[in-house]
């Protein structure tokens, strides 16, 4: 049986798991190096990304994520997550966090604002629908987020997102934001590159299981295998979800 591990040191493992269960996917807690060898896959969630650096540090779980990125096994990040498989962050606190890498982009790590500056909104995912069925739309929970400034050429945009006016009257050059980024229209929100997938919104707080379907297809370089353990067309979807709308949140 297949198992997608999720790292459980902070943040909104619980919901990855919920989401898991609802597919019939086997979700395990990630909080030990070892634990990485029995897992297909690996979701790193949203949270507090300085607290879950310190925790990885602490249980020395860098060397062994690394590790699990290169070996071409999926692996997700949301949020706090995305921070993590970036190559470069920028915007972080003095002396700032480490990070596993592997994502060719550079994010922003707190671009949307204060937990106050919160938000939710409509985004525009015609290649999820394409791939997963549903809806071109999808109901984006982006909580205390960041945003992607730049991607490597390898790297596909899965959506995007207006900059909430909040958010721009929030930036100014006095406070360490540089003009070009205070200047954006747009940033990028969901990417993928390979065996890595990576979202600015939390899809978890959401009842649409469309991107844990997409991450579970994504197959391993050397392996023909796929993740997927049952069908995902929007019919199916809503069968599986007992007939519930895409944008109901869930909470488990």
């Known amino acids: 049986m297949t198992a997608v591990g999720v790292?459980?040191?902070?943040?909104?493992?619980?919901?990855?798991m919920a989401a898991l269960r609802r597919i019939g996917v086997k979700g395990v807690e990630i909080r030990k190096a070892e634990q990485l060898q029995a897992v297909d896959a690996?979701?790193?969630?949203?949270?507090?990304?300085?607290?879950?650096?310190?925790?990885?540090?602490?249980?020395?779980?860098?060397?062994?994520?690394?590790?699990?990125?290169?070996?071409?096994?999926?692996?997700?990040?949301?949020?706090?997550?995305?921070?993590?498989?970036?190559?470069?962050?920028?915007?972080?606190?003095?002396?700032?966090?480490?990070?596993?890498?592997?994502?060719?982009?550079?994010?922003?790590?707190?671009?949307?604002?204060s937990q106050l500056q919160s938000f939710e909104t409509e985004l525009s995912v015609p290649k999820l629908a394409e791939e997963e069925g549903g809806p071109n739309g999808f109901r984006g929970v982006f909580i205390r987020a960041p945003a992607i400034l730049e991607v490597g050429h390898d790297v596909e945009i899965l959506a995007d997102c207006p900059v909430p006016l909040e958010t721009k009257k929030s930036m100014s050059v006095?406070?360490?934001?540089?003009?070009?980024?205070?200047?954006?229209?747009?940033?990028?929100?969901?990417?993928?590159q390979g065996n890595l997938l990576g979202t600015a919104f939390h899809p978890e707080l959401t009842s649409d299981l469309r991107w844990h379907s997409l991450f579970l297809k994504m197959k391993k370089d050397s392996s023909d295998r796929c993740l997927q353990r049952v069908p995902t067309s929007g019919t199916d979807l809503e069968d599986s979800l007992g007939k519930r709308p895409f944008d109901l949140p869930i909470y488990e």
């Open 7 to 16: 790292l459980a040191l902070q943040g909104s493992f619980n919901e990855h």
């Open 42 to 113: 690996l979701i790193i969630p949203g949270g507090e990304s300085t607290t879950m650096a310190k925790l990885a540090h602490y249980h020395n779980l860098f060397p062994a994520l690394r590790e699990f990125v290169r070996t071409g096994k999926p692996v997700w990040g949301t949020c706090a997550g995305l921070i993590f498989l970036a190559n470069e962050a920028i915007g972080q606190k003095s002396g700032g966090q480490e990070l596993i890498g592997g994502l060719d982009c550079i994010v922003n790590r707190n671009f949307f604002g």
């Open 174 to 192: 006095d406070n360490g934001q540089e003009e070009e980024i205070v200047s954006r229209e747009r940033v990028i929100v969901a990417v993928r």
